[in-house]
């Protein structure tokens, strides 16, 4: 079992940047990525952006150049750095944790971004 806890939402203008944490406790010796997930008002959940444990990224294309995935190992705990965030980037985020037997979802945070 692993639990989650974010932080580091917000309200934003746009332009603006924002940085996320995420702290994965319990099993954490079995993760094999981790990363953030957005979902908007009436749509579906997305992957925005992930890291495995040897430090592979994967960004979605919306976000690439502007946002950055990194990790502590020893702290177990991710974070997403926002940087020129635009209206369309409001969501709530969602830390997620792969393990081989399971998927973890944090809490989620809301991140707006103002015009």
């Known amino acids: 079992q692993v639990h989650l806890v974010e932080s580091g939402g917000g309200l934003v203008l746009a332009g603006g940047s924002l940085r996320l944490s995420c702290a994965a406790s319990?099993?954490?010796?079995?993760?094999?990525?981790m990363g953030w997930y957005r979902q908007a008002p009436g749509k579906q959940r997305e992957l925005v952006t992930t890291i495995t444990s040897g430090g592979r990224t994967n960004y979605a294309d919306s976000v690439k150049g502007r946002f950055t995935i990194s990790s502590d190992n020893a702290k177990n705990t991710v974070y997403l750095q926002m940087n020129s965030l635009k209206p369309e980037d409001t969501a709530v985020y969602y830390c997620?944790?792969?393990?081989?037997?399971?998927?973890?979802w944090g809490q989620g945070t809301q991140v707006t971004v103002s015009s």
């Open positions: 997620m944790v792969l393990t081989p037997s399971a998927n973890y």
């Open positions: 319990g099993s954490v010796f079995s993760i094999v990525a």
